[in-house]
């Protein structure tokens, strides 16, 4: 059995979009009435749907990823607390199906954070310093481009310029490898049945 659950995640470089709001709830992310779905497919047309759409359903031009430099983005700039309120995995899942495969902020709400990585989404942290360049960066419009490297756990902006963000070894190893919490075990499923023919073997004797 292939253990590869998801795509890896080694490099991006795409456009940036700038949302300069702290503490982006999942509710914001995704709003309630797209919960009745367990599919991780589809969930896109509703990512940021009450800041996207005006209540007549008409798309609102002051949100940014309706903005036509933005509408292909693949990178979020956030401000701080990102994914916080209640711990719906549709969260990722829309920003996935939607194309977003990274999103940068200074802190993480933990729930939405580990979510990210099973999911093949990189939640990048950085510096307040830093995220204040990268949200100037994600500004200029068509040329808010950012080149993201997992190995190297690097951001180059349009300028050049290179930050840093933060990231334990083991979420980095299993987005590398495009590796969710079973694919992880799946590469250990020789040991894990040499484990139990080995443990039957002694309960039987």
Not at 10 to 29: E, H, Q
Not at 62 to 77: C, Q, W
Not at 157 to 181: M, Q, R, T, W, Y
Request: charge should be negative; aromatic fraction near 8%.
């Amino acid at each position: 059995m292939d253990p590869t659950a998801m795509d890896k995640f080694t490099t991006l470089t795409g456009v940036a979009a700038p949302l300069p709001i702290t503490n982006i709830d999942t509710d914001m992310i995704i709003p309630k009435q797209y919960l009745k779905t367990i599919a991780r497919t589809g969930l896109g047309s509703g990512l940021f749907s009450e800041l996207r759409f005006k209540d007549d359903g008409s798309e609102n031009p002051d949100f940014i990823l309706n903005k036509p430099a933005y509408r292909k983005a693949t990178i979020l700039v956030a401000e701080d607390n990102f994914g916080c309120g209640s711990s719906r995995e549709h969260a990722p899942w829309a920003l996935l199906d939607y194309g977003i495969r990274c999103v940068i902020s200074t802190s993480f709400a933990d729930i939405f954070y580990n979510n990210c990585f099973q999911n093949g989404i990189l939640p990048a942290k950085v510096s307040k310093e830093d995220l204040k360049k990268l949200m100037d960066d994600a500004s200029r419009g068509s040329n808010a481009t950012l080149s993201i490297d997992l190995a190297k756990q690097e951001i180059t902006g349009p300028d050049g310029g290179v930050v840093k963000f933060d990231i334990d070894e083991s979420n980095k190893h299993c987005l590398l490898n495009g590796l969710d919490a079973i694919g992880l075990t799946l590469v250990k499923e020789g040991q894990i049945t040499a484990f139990e023919e080995k443990h039957n073997k002694h309960a039987w004797a």
